[in-house]
């Protein structure tokens, strides 16, 4: 295994905590990244050595391996002193060099630059870079471009943990490794598909982030388009990270701009949640108290290709809602005769990401019992029972996968650009809007979400 030095900007904060730390620990001792992996930590916070071992040994929740030396670095990412001092501590050493930027999105362009100037980036440097990457398609572009002045587009790691998750990665695998998907995976036999990513928390004390995001930044750029492109991409001719990437990329481009009459949104007001009682986005530490930004939108879309013609997609998240779950739900179109007497079913495929991981499918079965009656009944597969050894954390497997050099689970330049351009008409309207529509916390959203799709003569698909 080659040798690792790992470099985290912004080592102190709360994804570095909370993920980052726990996911190189569980790495290092299962034998998935070196024992002798050298971990640098900088942030501006002034602290030693020491304090640094302290903080990431009680964010992994276990003591460092004796045999990963550990390196604080204080100072401001956006000016030369630190990436100086990181070459100094760098000089001599073998291997590669993976710098993790989870820094402020405005910060990623500068320290790259920075680690250019101090000769820190083609020669042996890989970058992973986290969401969000820009705030619009345009922007998007830019850090691409000052990105690849640093770093070559092979070595430029952008990650979506979703993409990390087994059971996002199992969606190929289940619709190419199952020959009996492919006939009824199209426009003649799928009526529509709706993509749910519901969260019951809020904004958990991130207002500087959340509040100039938003939930179609936040989460439909990245999770939700992945999830839409891993379900509608064509299979690609070979298994391989340009091949796939290249299919979701044809799959983005064939997204319609989503337009204004096509999407609505929703700020959560006070509510219950699971039983607490919750306030209102705008009583949020930090959030102002005349803020206008979305904590949930729904979007119907449609790919304006020959496999999905006319098939809508309808995507929805939103924070303070009644369940935390992620799935995805492929409606199929009802029988063509209802010989049952209006018990024709609709078959329901659900691809349940997070966090109750299985698939299941929706069919019709007779009822026991005199005559002929027809109830839903659930066809499952579950993760759990199936496979007895527990998935890895998404952090986990990214991280190998950035070490060894594997991009398949990483997006491409071109792909998110693509992702952006479906959106960018809708995000800059949204920006300029001067009221957001409430929705009480621990409901589904505002009104006109269910409006949204009853306009098609469908509903949401609520458990
Ligand atoms: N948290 C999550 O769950 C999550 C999930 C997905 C993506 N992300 C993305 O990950 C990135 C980090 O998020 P976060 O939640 O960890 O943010 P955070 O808690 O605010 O942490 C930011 C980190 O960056 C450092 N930093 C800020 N300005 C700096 C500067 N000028 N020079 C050097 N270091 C600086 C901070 O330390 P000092 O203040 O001490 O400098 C801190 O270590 C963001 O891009 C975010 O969008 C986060």
Redesign the pocket.
């Known amino acids: 295994m080659e040798t690792l030095t790992l470099v985290v ?8 905590r ?2 980052l730390y726990p996911a190189i620990a569980n790495n290092i001792m299962s034998g998935l990244l070196p024992k002798d992996t050298r971990l640098i930590g ?4 002034v602290m030693t050595d020491q304090g640094y071992r302290r903080l990431v040994e009680e964010s992994a929740g276990r003591s460092w391996p004796k045999s990963a030396p550990l390196t604080y670095l204080s ?4 000016q030369p002193a630190v990436h100086q001092a990181l070459a100094e501590h760098l000089k001599g050493t073998r291997g590669l060099h993976l710098f993790y930027l ?4 405005q ?1 990623i362009g500068p320290v790259v630059a920075r680690l250019a100037e101090a000769k820190l980036g083609r020669s042996r440097g890989r970058v992973i870079v ?3 990457f820009g705030v619009d398609e345009a922007s998007a572009r830019t850090l691409n471009r000052q990105m690849q002045k640093a770093f070559a587009e092979g070595e430029i790691y952008r990650i979506d ?1 979703y993409l990390g998750k087994e059971t996002v990665q199992n969606i190929l695998v289940f619709r190419f490794s199952n020959g009996v998907m492919e006939p009824l995976w199209n426009r003649g036999q799928i009526d529509h598909v709706q993509i749910t990513a519901a969260e019951t928390i809020g904004i958990e004390g ?1 207002s ?2 959340y509040d100039h995001s938003g939930a179609l930044r936040d989460m439909v750029q990245n999770h939700l388009l992945q999830l839409l492109a891993l379900t509608a991409m064509e299979p690609p001719a070979v298994f391989s990270a340009e091949g796939v990437r290249s299919e979701k990329v044809k799959v983005l481009s064939a997204v319609r701009p989503v337009r204004a009459e096509d999407a609505v949104r929703g700020q959560y007001q006070a509510g219950m949640v699971e039983g607490v009682r919750v306030r209102a986005y705008t009583a949020e530490p930090g959030v102002a108290k005349d803020s206008r930004r979305e904590t949930f939108c729904a979007l119907r879309v449609f790919i304006d290709n020959w496999r999905w013609h006319g098939v809508p997609f309808y995507l929805r998240t939103g924070k303070r809602l009644p369940e935390r779950a992620t799935r995805i739900q492929v409606v199929f179109k009802a029988p063509p005769l209802d010989l049952f007497e209006g018990a024709a079913q609709t078959n329901i495929l659900t691809i349940h990401i997070q966090p109750d991981e299985r698939i299941s499918l929706r069919i019709g079965a007779k009822r026991p019992g005199l005559g002929t009656h027809v109830d839903p009944v659930e066809m499952e597969f579950v993760y759990a029972s199936s496979f007895r050894s527990a998935s890895a954390e998404a952090y986990e497997r990214l991280l190998v996968d950035a070490t060894q050099g594997d991009p398949t689970l990483f997006t491409r330049e071109d792909e998110v650009e693509a992702a952006w351009r479906v959106l960018d008409p809708l995000v800059q309207r949204w920006d300029r809007e001067t009221s957001c529509p409430p929705y009480a916390a621990g409901s589904w959203g505002p009104q006109t979400a269910a409006a949204l799709i009853a306009r098609d003569g469908r509903t949401w698909l609520d458990p």
């Open positions: 900007f912004g080592a102190t904060g709360d994804l570095a909370r993920k900088t942030a501006r916070q100072g401001d990412a956006d989870a820094v402020p999105t910060l986290e969401k969000p943990h991130r500087d982030y």
